[in-house]
């Protein structure tokens, strides 16, 4: 494995496990004002394709890093429009 | 060019332009409370490594899709900082 190889899949980890200490302070707070369910509902789509052409290439590093991704940016989004729309959490305007 | 490769151009693209409402929002609002630094920190490093990563193996859809999605969370970053070290925005309690 060269050094291209592992920078790469240093990358996939960091870009992976980022999303976890912003589930983990949505879940703690529920408090999701500042979030944007666009940037949210995008990156959840995007993160969703990545795992299918992971797949579709048979790349397991891809697919692992952008399906656990994917799950977390779930979770994310889920407790956002849950706040946004059950709870009724005023949105910050400009 | 074949499905995957539009798969794998779609992905990076959704992936790319994620941020933007995030970044326009929190321009907007001067609103961090609900963003988690930490998870915006990693992220930051992830993105600045794909760049990397993309100038390495001369891979220019890998290299633009990163790098315009480092600028973005380097945005949102900013802001972050600026609102919870500058203008002493009170974090989220859980």
Do not use: H
Not at 15 to 43: E, F, G, H
Request: charged fraction near 15%; glycine fraction near 8%.
């Amino acid at each position: 494995m060269d050094y291209i190889e592992i920078l790469g899949l240093t990358a996939a980890l960091f870009t992976t496990v980022a999303n976890i200490p912003q589930a983990v302070k949505v879940i703690k707070t529920r408090s999701t004002k500042s979030l944007s369910a666009a940037s949210y509902t995008i990156l959840f789509i995007g993160l969703t394709l990545w795992t299918v052409y992971g797949i579709s290439r048979n790349d397991l590093p891809v697919l692992l890093g952008n399906v656990i991704a994917a799950a977390l940016c779930g979770i994310i989004l889920g407790v956002k429009l849950w706040c946004k729309y059950v709870s009724g959490e005023k949105e910050e305007s400009a």
